[in-house]
Nanobody, 125 residues
């Protein structure tokens, strides 16, 4: 199983980025795909998840609600994270992971089975 996150970069506050998580070896329709982020010295924290096998329901951290949108393209086996109105505090390495954990457990990185290398997002003026 391989996950490849891409789309990170350096942007100014208020700008947007779209991250992609391309998955091979597993079908995203059968899993929950989550985005997490980790800033230096911090724990890996939940950002958003999409439960593609359960009606493509989506779930967001409070910090992401209203600004970020997670979506999936089953044909491309890829999950996206559209990030708008970016803030300096969004600066982190962003990771995507796969899990079949129940809903209550998708918010913890400990419950994800596979991860890809992260992509750096830097928001700075």
């Amino acid at each position: 199983v391989q996950l490849q996150a891409s789309g990170g970069g350096v942007v100014q506050p208020g700008e947007s980025l779209r991250l992609s998580c391309a998955v091979s070896g597993r079908t995203i329709r059968s899993y929950t795909t989550g985005w997490f982020r980790q800033a230096p010295g911090n724990e890996r924290e939940f950002v958003a998840a999409i439960r593609s096998w359960s009606g493509a329901t989506t779930h967001y951290a409070e910090s992401a609600k209203g600004r970020f949108t997670i979506s999936g393209d089953n044909a491309k086996n890829t999950v996206y994270l559209q990030m708008n109105s970016l803030k300096p505090e969004d600066t982190a390495v962003y990771f995507c992971g796969l899990t079949r954990a129940p809903l209550s457990a998708i918010y913890s990185h400990d419950n994800y089975n596979w991860w890809g290398p992260g992509t750096q997002v830097t928001v700075s003026s």
